[in-house]
């Protein structure tokens, strides 16, 4: 086998890798803000007292 086919196989592969590592840390970074916002709106939306009375005019 050709060495230097070999090598430029194997840094095909690592540059290949590089590059999925990377397209999942930005899913990964993606989803963990995408968690923290919708944990924010349900704090937010947090209100005991919300739709327990309602009023009616006749």
Do not use: H, Y
Request: hydrophobic share 45%; proline share 2%; glycine share 4%.
């Amino acid at each position: 086998m050709d060495i230097a086919a070999l090598s430029m196989g194997l840094s095909q592969i690592k540059i290949a890798q590089e590059a999925s590592v990377s397209v999942m840390k930005m899913a990964m970074d993606t989803a963990k803000n995408r968690s923290s916002d919708l944990t924010k709106m349900m704090e937010k939306s947090v209100n005991p007292s919300l739709g327990k009375n309602i009023d009616i005019k006749l």
